[in-house]
């Protein structure tokens, strides 16, 4: 058994050269992301579900396992919702953007619509002044 980083080359390397040998991903670096994952999904919840995580982690038997896991899987879930969610957001914010500037994406978030759109004139009349 081999136990690496979840890093995608090494995974391919054990695979191709030693295919018979268990390769699995060391816990603390799936721990170590967690907050980046889970934390701004699960918010005021996010400390009980890593107790609950790491008492998961530690059964010994199949059958609890079973029995526990679908507390994980729900916040697994919820992170693939909001990772959907993000995605649709970024798209829809790229049908209202002009330009590739920095300015008019910080613009799009902070801004009210209509400010926004103002702010859109103004560089683009910005933009034909400089040319």
């Not at 916040?75 to 920095?102: F, T």
């Amino acid at each position: 058994m081999i136990l690496t980083d979840q890093d995608p080359w090494m995974k391919q390397a054990i695979e191709t050269e030693m295919p018979y040998t268990k390769h699995a991903f060391c816990i603390w670096h799936i721990t170590a992301k967690f907050s980046g994952w889970f934390n701004s999904v699960l918010r005021s919840e996010y400390s009980s579900w890593c107790t609950e995580f790491y008492n998961l982690y530690k059964l010994q038997s199949v059958e609890e396992f079973e029995q526990k896991w679908p507390l994980v899987d729900l916040a697994i879930e919820n992170v693939g919702h909001k990772q959907m969610h993000d995605s649709m957001l970024a798209k829809y914010q790229e049908l209202h953007l002009r330009s590739l500037s920095p300015l008019e994406k910080q613009g799009y978030q902070v801004l009210t619509p209509f400010a926004f759109k103002k702010c859109q004139d103004q560089l683009a009349l910005a933009i034909q002044y400089s040319a």
